[in-house]
């Protein structure tokens, strides 16, 4: 596999973060054996192309994306990226992006986040400063930037409870092993439906919740931030592609379109390639460790919200240096995560445990 093009600067400042950021950063890749291939992403999923005045990226992940192109090219398709970019190029960069959103696509615009460092709202009461170790986190996330933030809290001493569903487990679960366990050993691994009143009554007696959904999806069934009663110094913590202001909040994103979004890419002979692998992932699961340490630090009683197109777009704006051709780091090994539901009667003692201490 050829190295990851990283600038060096964007190492230099993860590195600040988290001594062992190369590893993070590169860690998937050197696991799946993938690298980006220019206007292609590492994983394959997501694209760079031309529309008639600007660049967009796509991803098409999931089976309901790469069914819904025939919709958005307004017209039967054959192979779907050339479908794609044969419509995209007679089109608006604006019109590319409003047509994918309305269909609920994974999609960007090159450069068009802003660099912003994590918002923190009060969310609660505050208590007093604490460390990590002893917490109870629960951790609603999938994927990466979320699971990855939940592991360097596990590291931390806290105690992580992994919450999946038992007909939605997380994604990863169905890829190369080796990357959930990465992501997920050393967590309790707890299934159990979202409508189920057993979940509420964990997120009651967390200490930290980290949320990777669209808001909607659990203001819908009362469990966001300000439906779960407080809880003296509660940190929430949510990450979102980009944002929640306006109609962001729905949109969707993963790791390689949100770097685009944030203008965190590469150039050659004028044209943009992706940088590294999913990058924006890592980088917004170190930006959330971060924040979330601080804030249990000051006392808590905060929702903090990370976007990863706006965590791409802090990085992309560092000074400008050359991109380092860095071998992918393969992590330490690490012992198995658990099966889904494996922990859940250990879970529930936890919370008949907490539950008590309030009594």
């Known amino acids: 596999m050829s190295g990851l093009l990283i600038p060096e600067a964007v190492l230099t400042r993860a590195a600040q973060i988290a001594p062992d950021a190369a590893e993070l950063i590169t860690g998937r890749a ?14 394959g999923a997501t694209r760079l192309f031309p529309a008639d005045d600007g660049w967009c990226a796509l991803t098409l992940s999931r089976s309901d994306d790469i069914a819904a192109v025939p919709a958005l090219v307004e017209s039967p398709a054959g192979e779907p990226w050339q479908a794609v970019q044969a419509w995209a190029a007679r089109r608006t960069v ?39 170790a002893g917490l109870l986190v629960v951790d609603l996330t999938s994927m990466w930037a979320g ?26 679960r169905a890829g190369q092993r080796a990357f959930f366990d990465w992501m997920n ?7 159990v439906d979202f409508d ?11 200490d930290v919740v980290l949320e990777g959904s669209r808001p909607a999806a659990l203001s819908r069934r009362g469990l966001g931030p300000h439906d779960i009663p407080p809880r003296p110094g509660r940190v929430w913590l949510r990450i979102t592609g980009h944002g929640t202001d306006g109609g962001h909040a729905e949109r ?19 044209e943009p390639g992706f940088v590294g692998d999913a990058i924006a992932d890592p980088l917004s699961g170190l930006a959330a460790t971060a924040a979330v340490l601080e804030a249990v630090g000051r006392g808590g009683g905060v929702l ?22 860095i071998a992918a780091t393969v992590p330490h090994p690490v012992a198995a995560a658990a099966a889904s539901g494996a922990d859940n009667a250990e879970v529930v003692r936890l919370v008949a445990e907490r539950s008590c201490w309030s009594c």
């Open 252 to 270: 969707v994103a993963f790791g390689d379109d949100a770097a685009v979004a944030g203008g965190l890419v590469g150039w050659c002979e004028g």
């Open 185 to 191: 050993t050393g967590k309790l691994c707890y299934s």
């Open 94 to 132: 604006e019109q590319v992006v409003d047509r994918a959103q309305l269909l609920g696509l994974p999609v960007a615009a090159l450069g068009e986040a802003d660099p912003a460092p994590p918002r923190v709202f009060g969310c609660g009461t505050a208590g007093p400063a604490r460390a990590v």
């Open 196 to 206: 189920d009143d057993a979940l509420r009554r964990l997120l009651e007696v967390a």
């Open 304 to 325: 903090i919200e990370v976007s990863m197109a706006a965590v791409a777009a802090t990085y992309a704006a560092l000074p400008p240096t050359p991109a380092a051709g």
């Open 30 to 43: 050197a696991l799946l054996g993938i690298a980006p291939q220019g206007r292609i992403s590492a994983g």
């Open 147 to 172: 699971p990855l933030c939940g592991r360097q809290l596990a590291d931390a001493g806290a105690t992580v409870v992994k919450v999946e569903s038992p007909g939605r487990p997380d994604g990863t």
